[in-house]
């Protein structure tokens, strides 16, 4: 049944709700009950997110290395592992509720900033590594720009897709929901920027 709801230029409709009661996608009940933790809901959502993110890294590393002539493979760092990405997203998540002046001081040995967690877990050096060569796509494959359907986001398109799909297959949205959403401050370039006069700086 369609429902009408008119305001002074406004005319919005409804429909009757017709997704599952408890927004778990019936492929996915196996994998998520009241036991499962957060942690392993995330992966099941991300997984495969981070393959791509560490095979496009290594990707990149290597793409770098064949690009200088004067390279030496005996001095190549070894692959990234899929655990050293775990580890290394862990780090940078824990980064945003530690705020530091430089990416470094987190590696400090000052009294002032010293915090073992970050050289515990990975080593410096190598968590500049991975940011270094952090990638989401083949370089080598580009799509053409002079295409009409050229996709501004191919960058990141394989994650954006990969997300989507995961969403649809593990959960439909409930009923109930309250949207909101985030804006944050951005002033690189991009054409699809939105600008905000009144937005705090």
Known sequence: MLFGLQEPGICEFFFNFTGPPNGVNPSAASNINAETSAFSIFILFFRQVFQIILTETNRYFHQYMSSRTTASTSAQPPDITIQEMYKFFGLIIQMGHDLRHSLKDYWSREELYFYPLYSNVMARDRFFHILRFLHFENNDDPPNHDNPNYDRLWKIRKIFDTLNNKFCELYNPTEHLAVDEVIVLYKGKVV??????????
């Open 192 to 201: 699809f920027r939105q600008y905000i006069p009144k937005k705090h700086k």
